[in-house]
Structures are given as C-alpha cells and as structure tokens.
C-alpha cells in the first residue's frame, strides 16, 4: 500500500489551499514534502485566477519541523563552511522556497490549528498572515541541541517580532501559547478551536477580494520601508502610490465613489 501524498492541495474559488499531509510523522517537513509544496507555490504564483494560498496541516500537529530522518543530498557536512553552505543551498531547496514565498505578489496564509515547531515555524514565517486557533504553540527546539533555528528562525523571526521576544524563543528556549503569540506579534489572530476552520477561511475569502495590485504593491513596499530610513521610506510610499494611481481600476472607482456621494470630479468641472 503506497504512501499518501505528504501534501495535498486543492482549490476553494479564488483560493489555493495547501495542506501538510504526514500526521503519523507529525507533518515532519521531507524532500517530498518541500518539493510537492514549491510545485503548489509556482502553480499560485503564475495562475492569475488564484488570489490567496492558504497553507493548513492535518493531524494533531501542524508541524514537528524538519524531518531529521530524512536523507538530504550531499551527505553530512563537517567543516563550518559546508554547513552554511548546507543551509544555504540544500535543506530541501528551503532557503529557495522561503525567498520565492516572500517575494510573490500575492497574499500567503498559513493557519495553525496546533503546535507549530522548529522548521514549521520557520515557513509560516515566510507567509504574510498568520493565523492560529487557540490550542496552537510555538517553539524552536534546536536550543536543546545547543544550535540555532537557521532558515529562517532568527533572520525573518527578529525582523517580525523584534530582538526582546526573539531571545525569549530562541535564547530562552520557551515555548509560547497562542495568546502570547499574539502579544509578541507573531501570529495576526487566533480563533477558538470549534470555529478555527471557518473563521480562516472567512479571512482568506476577505484577502481575495482585495485589489490585487494593491496588496502585490503593499508586499513590496513595506520591505522595503522596514529597511530603509523614515526620508526614503516616504519615498517608497511615493513610488509605489505613483503607479497605482495610474492604475485604471483605481481611477474607475474613485469616479463611482465621487458619483455616489453626489460630486463630480474635477475632470467635468
């Protein structure tokens, strides 16, 4: 009897769900795994239609984090640079696919319906949105090893919730609820447990009635304002207003609002 797929996706309308499929191994992160999810991840990106990825899990896990038993390409690595070359260019392509998540125009979501661990984490992190039930929790074991979180768990974790709570995961070695989550800013929500499912998918049919152009611009844009001083920052803001502005859409629907409200616009005075 084969394997079932460790991932499965299908679509809800505008919607791209993907969901983690080895309960029996936690939804342990494996080659296949990371391969079937970069397949689903080119298919969201360069199909128009889909405006939302939601990435879920099955099980009573979301995510144990990487598959240590799995064999990754190369052997092991016993020399310093071989190792952040390992992270850098092996691990299942997962430097590559959190690059390629972050860098997409279009929304990702990922929804955490229990514990969230180490190499789990490290790709939510990469998602826009994160969205937890209650009984979700989060943690990086490789403390326990005497090693770091690498691809992903102190780069993106720092940037997202700051250096303070950043040391409390990772430094400390504590886990956290879903209510502390959301203090330290980690997760965007969290949903009681009996109503999680449709309360996320609530959210994600929200996200895909949003303006396209506007979300793919706000992606960009607020990158690069986290990166750059407040003088170029307001720059940034300029740039991005200055094409969307133009955008015909845009223009269309300034023109009904103006109607509706009983103006008329400057262009018919």
């Given at each position: ?117 180490g190499g ?58 879903a209510d ?90």
């Amino acid at each position: 009897m084969s394997e079932a797929p460790h991932l499965l996706t299908e679509q809800d309308g505008a919607i791209l769900i993907a969901t983690l499929n080895r309960p029996d191994k936690l939804n342990s992160l494996s080659a296949e795994t990371m391969s079937l999810f970069e397949q689903a991840l080119h298919h969201f990106r360069d199909t128009p239609e889909l405006k939302v990825l939601l990435v879920r899990a099955n099980g009573r896990y979301f995510c144990a984090g990487a598959d240590l038993r799995g064999n990754d390409e190369g052997g092991p690595a016993r020399t310093g640079s071989a190792i952040r070359e390992k992270h850098r260019l092996r691990l299942h392509g997962m430097h590559r696919i959190y690059d390629e998540m972050e860098a997409i125009e279009k929304p990702i979501v990922v929804a955490h319906h229990a514990a969230c661990v180490g190499g789990g984490l490290e790709l939510s992190l990469s998602c826009d949105f994160r969205l937890a039930a209650r009984s979700a929790s989060y943690a990086f074991p490789e403390g326990k090893f005497g090693v770091l979180p690498a691809s992903n768990g102190v780069s993106r974790l720092a940037r997202i919730i700051g250096p303070h709570w950043a040391r409390y995961l990772i430094m400390a070695n504590l886990p956290a609820s879903a209510d502390k989550a959301l203090i330290m800013g980690l997760v965007h929500e969290v949903f009681p447990d009996e109503t999680f499912a449709e309360d996320v998918m609530k959210f994600c049919r929200h996200l895909a009635q949003q303006n396209g152009e506007q979300m793919g611009t706000a992606k960009i844009a607020i990158e690069l304002a986290h990166d750059v001083g407040l003088a170029q920052a307001r720059n940034v803001e300029r740039m991005a207003n200055s094409a969307l502005m133009l955008n015909p859409e845009y223009l269309a629907g300034i023109e009904r609002y103006i109607q509706s409200i009983g103006g008329k616009s400057k262009d018919k005075e």
